[in-house]
């Protein structure tokens, strides 16, 4: 790891996973609050879930466009703009009181909350290596879980105490943190390994690597699920809630427990395969992902412990996925770490923004809504990956274990 004259090894871990827990902290806060705003802001829930893929499509287009400025100008300065930037437009969304405003001020912040995950994962390629790396991927994605995990757990107490504009001040506060310790960052992308070139270099930088069949079909790949799961966040609460008759505070616990069930899935299926060549295990990712959506497409409108049964696999399948193929994409492109991290990044939220778009279409109800999102997210799984063996693509670590993967670079 790149040493840190200020920062020690642990808090400069910290400030990574704090970063990479941006996206979730921003979004499922007020999760619990969304029917309650819709009243208080006389609108609709389409209208109210603008606040959710607004931010979604903007963070997207935040990680595509910040990654190559930061492989060219350095992460430090990139991240405290931005950082400053998002606490102030946090602490706007807290005080506003017309939902056309509060969707403008949610993609303005979302502009920041796009560098703080690009650079989370730029900081893992710039400072860690080989196992390490793999190890410090797994925390980030599993506290990618604890965000939404414990933030509609805390939302759902905040706003008992002090109402919904409470979920806008404490990300603030957490990102005025790690605002502070961006400060106290020494810049961990020597000179001597930025890119040369104006924009239109980064550009072509982005170009190359979206040309490259593989690169392209395997990202696609991994970011597939996060669509039914992306259009779940948007739309649980009208599941639990108004569907079910779960009340607020309950469907906290219950979102969280399908975190948890997915997190102790991806740590039992990453011990299970840790010795099984990857390529090997794409099709379990198809199985899996394929018995939920008819699982939930049959039965999961009969209860609401059946709908948390039946779309927890999907969860975990989403949660264990993304690691598990980064890792692959990273090994394969040792260059350019910001523009390889922000293309995978946003692909991953763009598709996630787009789940969360189609899951206010009128279906019959939204449980059967996220079932076809769900079938048709693993039938695209299963034709794209058929295009990857048909057209003899390849990716460096993908006949290799988990093991073999983590000590290349």
Known sequence: MNGQRRLGSGTFLLLVILLGAFGPISTDMFLPALPDMVDEFDTTAAVMNMTLYGFMFSMAVSILLLGPVTD??????????CLAEYVVTTLLCAFVHDVGILIVLRVLQAIGAGAAM?????????????????????IVAIVGVLGPLLAPIAGAAL?????????????????LVCLVLALMLDETLPDGERVDGGLSDMLQGMK?????????????????????????????SYIYEGMFGVEPVAYSLILATTLIVGTVVMMLINRLTGNIVKRRIIGLYLVLGGFSGIATLLVGDTAWYVFFACFSVCVAVNITIRPWGMGILMASHDGDSGTVSSLINFMFFLIGCIGMV?????????VFGLAVLICISSVLYALLWTVFKTG????KGLDGTSSEVSERR
Do not use: H
């Open 72 to 81: 060219k100008y350095g992460r430090k300065a990139p991240l405290v703009i």
């Open 358 to 366: 189609l899951s206010t279409l009128p279906w019959k109800d939204y």
């Open 159 to 175: 706003i008992s105490l002090w109402g919904w504009r409470a979920t806008f001040i404490a990300p603030a506060v957490i990102a």
């Open 208 to 236: 190359q690597l979206c040309c490259t069949p593989s690169f392209l079909v395997f990202t696609v790949m991994i970011c597939l699920f996060n669509l039914p799961f992306m259009a779940y966040l948007s739309v649980s």
């Open 392 to 395: 003899r693509m390849e990716l």
């Open 118 to 138: 690009t650079l989370s994962t730029a900081f893992v390629k710039d400072c860690y290596s080989g196992v390490i790396r793999l190890k410090i991927l797994n």
